[in-house]
């Protein structure tokens, strides 16, 4: 059987002061208790082993040492690698992360950032692309107002659209300039995988892409919509190999979904890139075991979620911070000369 919790109000009667300044003293309220009161009542608590009420702490000082995450999916290499980053300065600062994951729901992201503002989080960080959503959007932004209002901070990985700080990715700039430099291979027709058509970040990987191939005067690609997972990627991938594409280059939106698409081509014996020539997006540390190496656009991931971390901790001003982060094409054994 565990050991007895002792109480605030034994504190304060062992101490020989009122409950409500024993409060101030452990709470970390901000009125100002004297040093002798203070030096007895924490002296008394470590003699009598009291632990703190994390809960009546964040009461008392409106505010806790908690910094709320909130991303799509966990299990995506794009969000543990930002949410790295969020950690590694979070925890430099003393403070504790807590994750929420949406299931890509875009719902969620207001049901949680509801939640962490009632246990009173410091701040939070929302990662992953807004949505067409209007209705979940309009929510989503009356929770950040209501968070922003009990004194916490948000900043956001994705786009611009909320009035918070945010860390933008170079999506578009990055699709155009991967499809620049694939067509410079030779490649003149091709597919993208596009990833759900509600997605902000989808919608503009395809748009950069799109302007890259009219840059170099190639028609518009073959587009096959799919989930944003691995196995987004292969049902796509098996849709595009079903409707005799003659594409010599795809493209999918995200490395994961490229990952999927791979398999499919490999299930259905087309070569990898003998065949078809595959790029992806993201830079994902999980590439560094695909054969063969996937081409595509790298974003310092780990890096966005410490430049997020930073802002959203930093009281900065009244006016949102916008810092972008520009992607580099890196091509390998996955696209060919065509």
Same mark, same amino acid.
């Given at each position: 059987?565990? *050991?007895?919790?002792?109480?605030?109000?034994?504190? &304060?009667?062992?101490?020989?002061?009122?409950? =409500?300044?024993? !409060? %101030?003293?452990?709470?970390?309220?901000?009125?100002?208790?004297?040093?002798?009161?203070?030096?007895?009542?924490?002296?008394?608590?470590e003699e009598l082993g009291y632990v703190p009420n994390a809960s009546a702490q964040a009461l008392a000082r409106n505010s806790s040492s908690l910094v709320g995450l909130v991303v799509h999916d966990i299990t995506d290499p794009y969000f543990s690698c930002i949410a790295a980053g969020v950690t590694r300065v979070a925890?430099?600062?003393?403070?504790?992360?807590?994750?929420?994951?949406?299931?890509?729901?875009?719902e969620r992201?207001?049901?949680?950032?509801?939640?962490?503002? *009632?246990?009173?989080?410091?701040?939070?960080?929302? &990662?992953?692309?807004?949505?067409?959503?209007? =209705?979940?959007? !309009? %929510?989503l932004a009356a929770e950040i107002d209501a968070f922003t209002e009990q004194g916490g901070r948000v900043a956001c990985v994705s786009q611009a659209k909320l009035g918070t700080d945010t860390v933008v990715p170079g999506n578009r700039a990055g699709g155009r300039a991967l499809a620049r430099a694939l067509t410079e291979l030779g490649h003149k027709k091709f597919a993208v995988l596009g990833g759900p058509s509600d997605l902000v970040v989808a919608r503009d990987r395809l748009a950069g892409f799109k302007a890259g191939l009219a840059d170099a005067g190639i028609a518009p690609p073959v587009v096959v919509n799919g989930a944003f997972t691995r196995d987004g990627g292969y049902a796509a991938a098996m849709e595009l190999l079903g409707s005799k594409s003659r594409a010599t280059c795809v493209f999918a939106v995200t490395d994961v979904m490229a990952m999927g698409a791979m398999a499919a081509l490999r299930e259905r014996g087309?070569?990898?890139?003998?065949?078809?020539?595959?790029?992806?997006?993201?830079?994902?540390?999980?590439?560094?075991?695909?054969?063969?190496?996937?081409?595509?656009?790298?974003?310092?991931?780990?890096?966005?979620?410490?430049?997020?971390?930073?802002?959203?901790?930093?009281?900065?001003?009244?006016?949102?911070r916008t810092v972008r982060v520009a992607g580099e094409v890196v091509l390998r054994a996955s696209t060919a000369h065509n």
């Amino acid at each position: 059987m565990s *050991a007895r919790q002792v109480t605030l109000a034994e504190v &304060a009667k062992q101490a020989g002061v009122s409950l =409500a300044t024993a !409060s %101030r003293v452990l709470n970390g309220s901000t009125r100002q208790v004297s040093e002798d009161l203070s030096e007895r009542v924490l002296r008394t608590a470590e003699e009598l082993g009291y632990v703190p009420n994390a809960s009546a702490q964040a009461l008392a000082r409106n505010s806790s040492s908690l910094v709320g995450l909130v991303v799509h999916d966990i299990t995506d290499p794009y969000f543990s690698c930002i949410a790295a980053g969020v950690t590694r300065v979070a925890e430099e600062a003393g403070l504790v992360v807590v994750l929420g994951t949406t299931g890509r729901r875009p719902e969620r992201e207001a049901e949680l950032l509801s939640t962490l503002r *009632a246990h009173r989080a410091r701040a939070v960080v929302l &990662a992953g692309s807004r949505t067409t959503d209007r =209705a979940s959007q !309009s %929510r989503l932004a009356a929770e950040i107002d209501a968070f922003t209002e009990q004194g916490g901070r948000v900043a956001c990985v994705s786009q611009a659209k909320l009035g918070t700080d945010t860390v933008v990715p170079g999506n578009r700039a990055g699709g155009r300039a991967l499809a620049r430099a694939l067509t410079e291979l030779g490649h003149k027709k091709f597919a993208v995988l596009g990833g759900p058509s509600d997605l902000v970040v989808a919608r503009d990987r395809l748009a950069g892409f799109k302007a890259g191939l009219a840059d170099a005067g190639i028609a518009p690609p073959v587009v096959v919509n799919g989930a944003f997972t691995r196995d987004g990627g292969y049902a796509a991938a098996m849709e595009l190999l079903g409707s005799k594409s003659r594409a010599t280059c795809v493209f999918a939106v995200t490395d994961v979904m490229a990952m999927g698409a791979m398999a499919a081509l490999r299930e259905r014996g087309v070569r990898v890139p003998e065949d078809m020539s595959i790029a992806g997006f993201d830079d994902i540390p999980t590439l560094r075991d695909t054969v063969p190496a996937l081409s595509t656009v790298r974003l310092p991931l780990e890096e966005m979620g410490e430049i997020a971390a930073g802002l959203v901790l930093d009281a900065g001003g009244d006016e949102a911070r916008t810092v972008r982060v520009a992607g580099e094409v890196v091509l390998r054994a996955s696209t060919a000369h065509n």
